[in-house]
């Protein structure tokens, strides 16, 4: 009689185990969709979602290109000799003048964001190169300074600063 009372209560738990399992992973499949569909999709970040992008790993006077909005954002880290140049300009000489300090914020000098695209036709311009050592676009010759400014060619505008905000020294969010 022993026997058979242990062995029946070996059987009862181990179906009362696999109900168990059973239901705690039809929840889970059940609950799966649920908390999928609180993600935003991929066309919703496509069209414009906010981007956080580290700025740690990025060395001084290197730029960095990431996508927002299928836009390029060109992200440079700046020394201190670009710094010095770019608001060492004579802004009344611009053909779009802007001072260096509206283009970057305040106690992040070093920290240029531009969208990378030039004014002229929609090209995307080269880091690091030109006259004056910011950006050149390939397709008409325009040229830009460390600051992002237009100084040379047919653009007629600087290149555009987008919304962005530092979350913390060295992460920013852009959009």
Same mark, same amino acid.
């Given at each position: 009689m022993t026997t058979s009372s242990?062995?029946?209560?070996?059987? %009862?738990?181990?179906?009362f185990v696999a109900t168990g399992a059973v239901a705690a992973v039809g929840a889970a499949a059940a609950a799966w969709p649920l908390v999928a569909q609180l993600n935003p999709d991929a066309s919703t970040v496509a069209a414009g979602a906010p981007i956080e992008v580290d700025l740690s790993p990025i060395a001084e006077g290197q730029d960095i290109k990431? =996508?927002?909005?299928?836009?390029? &954002? =060109? &992200?440079?880290? %700046?020394?201190?000799?670009? &710094?010095e140049e770019a608001r060492n300009v004579n802004?009344?000489?611009?053909?779009?003048?802007?001072?260096?300090s509206a283009r970057v914020k305040e106690g992040h000098d070093q920290w240029l964001v531009v969208i990378g695209i030039?004014?002229?036709?929609g090209c995307v311009p080269i880091a690091h190169e030109g006259a004056y050592d910011?950006?050149?676009?390939?397709?008409?010759?325009?040229?830009?300074?460390?600051?992002? %400014? &237009? %100084?040379?060619?047919p653009a007629p505008s600087n290149l555009p600063v987008p919304p962005y905000a530092f979350i913390s020294d060295s992460k920013i969010k852009i959009g």
């Open positions: 242990s062995a029946g209560q070996s059987r %009862r738990d181990f179906l990431v =996508f927002w909005r299928g836009k390029p &954002i =060109f &992200i440079s880290h %700046r020394t201190k000799k670009q &710094i802004v009344a000489s611009l053909p779009d003048p802007q001072p260096d030039c004014t002229h036709l910011g950006f050149f676009c390939p397709c008409h010759g325009s040229v830009y300074d460390t600051s992002g %400014r &237009i %100084r040379q060619g």
